[in-house]
């Protein structure tokens, strides 16, 4: 199992950026994808994901409404589209898999998979 995560970079304050997350070596269809970020000098913490089977989303309470996750389904990719961005967005996002239960809610798995990180910064 590999992934790839892919996408990060420096913006201003209320910018946009998407963030991919390239996923092989698995079947897709078993996994439940999430993503993660770690700011400096914190504790990773989980960011948002996507079911197995029903592609449901969940998100944290502070990035709800400006990100959004979704399956890439021809390519074997999950995005994350961070609109709105603020500074305490500002982390190492991580993308990480795990063998789901059919639409079994994402947000309850300790993740076994992960790729390396993408650095986003907004900062002005």
């Known amino acids: 199992v590999q992934l790839q995560a892919s996408g990060g970079g420096s913006v201003q304050p209320g910018g946009s950026l998407r963030l991919s997350c390239a996923a092989s070596?698995?079947?897709?269809?078993?996994?439940?994808i999430g993503w993660f970020r770690q700011a400096p000098g914190k504790e990773r913490e989980w960011v948002s994901c996507?079911?197995?089977?029903?592609?449901?989303?969940y998100y944290t309470d502070s990035v709800k409404g400006r990100f959004a996750m979704s399956r890439e389904n021809a390519e074997n990719t999950v995005s994350l589209q961070m609109n709105g961005l603020k500074p305490e967005d500002t982390a190492v996002y991580y993308c990480?898999?795990?063998?789901?239960?059919?639409?079994?809610?994402?947000?309850?798995?300790?993740?076994?998979?992960w790729g390396q990180g993408t650095e986003v910064t907004v900062s002005s």
């Open positions: 070596g698995f079947t897709r269809d078993y996994y439940a």
């Open positions: 996507i079911n197995r089977g029903d592609d449901k989303t």
């Open positions: 990480a898999a795990v063998i789901a239960g059919y639409r079994r809610p994402c947000g309850g798995y300790e993740y076994k998979y």
